[in-house]
């Protein structure tokens, strides 16, 4: 028989809990115009609230523009990337922010349907441990 090891965690992440649902971080790579992220989020915050799950927007952008965005939206974590950054740099640096158990990865040109998050946590309750 093989032993059973336990799962390697990069440094300061955490596993699920014992007795409790996993956390969800959804994870938003941002790269286009404010448009596309403000549609994005409108659909994903109040899922999100009702989930208890948090959002995380990685933007390429100047600092300004982040400051004008946590203004506009305050229950959001933005994360700070070059203009220049490509699709995989922005996940990398909103997942490194992210401290749910389970993390969701979107582009903010995505709108996420009503009920979306509901279904991915139930699938996750549900899938073997």
């Known amino acids: 028989m093989t032993p059973v090891r336990p ?9 699920p809990r014992l007795g409790e649902a996993p956390t969800i971080s959804v994870v938003v790579a941002s790269y ?4 596309s992220l403000d549609a994005c989020l409108d659909a ?4 999100c609230r009702l989930g208890e799950a948090e959002v995380v927007v990685a ?4 600092p300004g523009q982040l400051q004008e ?7 959001v974590r933005f994360v700070a990337a070059p203009c220049d950054a490509t699709i995989p740099e922005l996940r990398a ?10 993390v969701v990865l979107v582009e903010d040109h995505r709108i996420v349907p ?3 998050l509901t279904v991915l946590a ?7 441990r």
């Open 122 to 128: 139930h699938a996750s309750a549900r899938a073997p």
């Open 93 to 102: 640096a909103g997942m490194a922010e992210a401290e749910g158990d389970i």
């Open 59 to 62: 933007r390429a952008a100047a």
């Open 114 to 116: 009503p009920g979306w």
């Open 69 to 75: 965005l946590t203004r506009a939206y305050p229950t």
């Open 7 to 15: 799962a390697l965690l990069p440094p300061g992440a955490r596993g």
């Open 32 to 35: 286009r115009d404010r448009h």
């Open 44 to 47: 994903l915050i109040p899922q």
